[in-house]
C-alpha cells in the first residue's frame, strides 16, 4: 500500500513566486490498484508523481511505500520500490545504447551494480523473448540503437524496462501523450497486459478522460492540488467522460 | 622522413594513445570536458620522477602517479558534483592549482631521469612495451565499460536525467569517470618521463587538445559503435596525429617549423571538427543535382 500522509510541497520558498502545490495532502493507494489521474494544467499531477519518485521534496508529511518510509530518500535511492515510463520518448530511455543495452540497465534496477558482463547469452534469449511477445518486430533488432526506433516502439520497451523487475509502484506519466492514435492504442494494451501479468500497483496520470476511464480500477480528478474526485466501483462504471468536463 | 622520426611519432602516438583513451572517458563516455588533464600529465611524470629519483622502484612510482591522477580527477568532481561549479570550471581550477602541487613535489622546475633506473629496460624495449600497455588497456577497458557497472557509466552520459530512475547515482559515477581518466593521464605522464628522461613543469601545455584532436580524428575515420573499435581507434587517432605531425614539421611542408606544433594541433582540430560538416553539405548537394 501507498501512502501520502498530509503533505506539503511549495515552490520557490522565499522568492516573489512562491506557489504552494500540496498543503496537507493525503491520499492512498491500496496494493494491486490500478488509478488513473486526471486534471487540468497545474492540478498537481506531475508533482504527485514526482514526489513519490522522490523528484520533488516534502516541506512536511510522510510518503510510505508499504512498510518502508521514503520521505527522505532520493530518487536513485528508492529507484528499488519504484518504476517509471516519462513522457517523451525521446527522454526515458538511452537513445545511444542498444535495446539490449538499455533493458540490461533496467534489469539492473534495485541490485548492485558489479563489474561481471552486462549482457550474456541467457540474458539476450530473456530479452528476445519478452520483446517477442510484445509482436511489434522488435526481438530480431537487439543490437539496434534504442534512437533508431519510434516513438512508440521507444514507449513499448521503456514499458519492458519498468516491469522487468517488481516495484511497489509504477508511474505512468502521460506516456502515450506523445504518440500517434494508432501506437497509442498498441502502446496502452500492452500496459494493459504487463499490468495484469506483473499484477502492479500502477498510477497513470492522463490527458484523455476516456482513458482515465477505460482503463483501471480507481480515478482521481485532481483541481489546484486537491483530489476533488475520487471514483471507484460502480459510480466510476456508471459514468460517462463527458460528466468529468465541469471539474476542469 | 626518416626512419628514426617515424619511429619517434608512433612512440609519441603510443603514449599519447593512453591519453586519447581518458579524454574518451571524459568527454565522450560521460560527457564531461575535463580540463584537469593538462594538470594531471605533468602530476603524474613529477610524482614518479620524484620518487625513482630518491630510489623507489619504478613500478611503484608509477602506481603513485596513478593514485595521484586518480586523486586530481576526485578533487574536480567533488568540485562539480558536490558544490555544483560549472565542469569546465571545475577542472581549470585544479589544473590551476595542480601548476603548483607540481612544483612542489618536484622542488625544482624540472628533474632529469636519465641516469636513474626506469620501467624500461633500453631504448628498444620502449616501442613493444608501449604497444603492450596500449593492448592491454584495451582489453581492460572494454570488459570494463560492458559490464554492469560500465554500462551504468555509459548511461550518465547519454541521459543523465533518467539515471536515477534505474537506482543510478549520477554525481558518483561522474567521479568514478574522472578518477578513472585521470589516473590514466597521470600514467601517461609517468611513461612519458621515463621513456624521455625528464618531467619538467610545463609539459602538460596542451595534452588535452592533443587528446582531444586524437579522439576526433579517430572518431571521424573510423566511425563505429563497438567500444573495443572505438578505443582502437583512439589509439590509431593518436598515432595518426603524430604521424601527420611529424610529416608536417619535418619535411620544410610550407615553411613550418617546430614551434609551430600548438597551431598546428588547433587547426587540425578546427579541421576535424568542420570535417563531418562539410562532408553533410557536400553528400547533400551531390544528391540534390542526381
Known amino acids: ?248 | 622522413m626518416n626512419m628514426i622520426q617515424f619511429l619517434g611519432a608512433l612512440e609519441l602516438g603510443l603514449l599519447y594513445g593512453v591519453i586519447t583513451i581518458a579524454v574518451y572517458l571524459t568527454f565522450r563516455v560521460i560527457n564531461f570536458p575535463d580540463l584537469t588533464v593538462d594538470g594531471s600529465f605533468p602530476l603524474g611524470a613529477a610524482v614518479a620522477s620524484a620518487l625513482i629519483v630518491k630510489g623507489v622502484d619504478p613500478v611503484f612510482a608509477t602506481l603513485a602517479a596513478i593514485l595521484a591522477g586518480c586523486i586530481a580527477g576526485f578533487v574536480t568532481g567533488y568540485l562539480h558534483v558536490r558544490w555544483k561549479i560549472l565542469g569546465l570550471l571545475a577542472g581549470i581550477l585544479t589544473m590551476t592549482a595542480l601548476y603548483s602541487i607540481n612544483l612542489r613535489i618536484m622542488g625544482k622546475p624540472n628533474i632529469a631521469l636519465l641516469m636513474e633506473p626506469t620501467l624500461f629496460q633500453g631504448s628498444n624495449t620502449v616501442l613493444p612495451a608501449l604497444a603492450t600497455i596500449a593492448i592491454v588497456l584495451i582489453v581492460l577497458l572494454t570488459i570494463f565499460l560492458g559490464s554492469q557497472f560500465g554500462l551504468a557509466l555509459r548511461s550518465t552520459g547519454i541521459n543523465p536525467r533518467v539515471c536515477p530512475a534505474y537506482g543510478i547515482n549520477v554525481g558518483v559515477m561522474t567521479i568514478i569517470g574522472l578518477c578513472l581518466s585521470n589516473g590514466l593521464v597521470a600514467f601517461a605522464g609517468a611513461l612519458f618521463a621515463q621513456v624521455h628522461g625528464f618531467a619538467d613543469i610545463s609539459m602538460g601545455t596542451g595534452t588535452l587538445i592533443v587528446g582531444l584532436a586524437a579522439v576526433i580524428v579517430g572518431e571521424t575515420l573510423f566511425h563505429s559503435y563497438r567500444i573495443w573499435l572505438i578505443l582502437i581507434s583512439c589509439v590509431l587517432g593518436s598515432i595518426l596525429y603524430y604521424l601527420v605531425i611529424a610529416l608536417a614539421l619535418n619535411t620544410n611542408f610550407a615553411g613550418l617549423q617546430s614551434s609551430d606544433l600548438k597551431l598546428v594541433t588547433s587547426v587540425l582540430v578546427v579541421v576535424a571538427l568542420l570535417f563531418p560538416q562539410f562532408r553533410q553539405k557536400i553528400l547533400s548537394k551531390y544528391r540534390g543535382i542526381s
Request: no cysteine; aromatic share 4%.
Open chain 1, 1 to 248: 500500500m501507498i501512502r501520502i500522509n498530509k503533505i506539503s510541497v511549495i515552490f520557490g520558498r522565499g522568492t516573489p513566486l512562491e506557489h504552494s502545490v500540496f498543503q496537507d495532502f493525503t491520499l492512498q493507494i491500496q496494493t494491486g490498484e490500478f488509478v488513473t489521474v486526471i486534471g487540468g494544467n497545474g492540478a498537481g499531477k506531475s508533482t504527485l508523481m514526482n514526489v513519490i519518485s522522490g523528484d520533488v521534496r516534502v516541506e512536511r508529511g510522510q510518503i510510505w511505500l508499504d512498510e518502508k518510509e521514503v520521505t527522505t530518500l532520493r530518487p536513485h535511492e528508492r529507484s528499488a520500490l519504484i518504476s517509471r515510463v516519462f513522457q517523451d520518448p525521446l527522454l526515458g530511455s538511452f537513445s545511444d545504447l542498444t535495446i539490449e543495452e538499455n533493458l540490461s540497465l533496467a534489469y539492473s534496477r534495485g541490485e548492485t551494480r558489479n563489474l561481471r558482463p552486462a549482457l550474456n547469452k541467457k540474458l539476450r534469449d530473456k530479452y528476445r523473448t519478452i520483446l517477442a511477445e510484445i509482436g511489434i518486430n522488435l526481438e530480431n533488432r537487439l543490437q539496434d540503437k534504442m534512437g533508431l526506433l519510434s516513438g512508440g516502439q521507444r514507449q513499448a520497451v521503456s514499458l519492458l524496462m519498468a516491469t522487468l523487475q517488481p516495484a511497489k509502484i509504477l508511474l505512468l506519466d502521460e506516456h502515450t501523450a506523445a504518440l500517434d492514435p494508432k501506437m497509442e492504442q498498441v502502446v496502452l494494451e500492452l500496459t494493459q497486459k504487463l499490468i495484469l501479468e506483473h499484477q502492479l500497483t500502477v498510477l497513470m496520470i492522463t490527458h484523455s478522460m476516456n482513458q482515465a476511464l477505460a482503463y483501471g480500477n480507481r480515478t482521481l480528478v485532481m483541481h489546484q492540488g486537491q483530489v476533488v474526485k475520487d471514483l471507484q466501483g460502480e459510480a466510476r462504471t456508471a459514468l460517462q467522460a463527458s460528466e468529468l468536463i465541469p471539474f476542469f
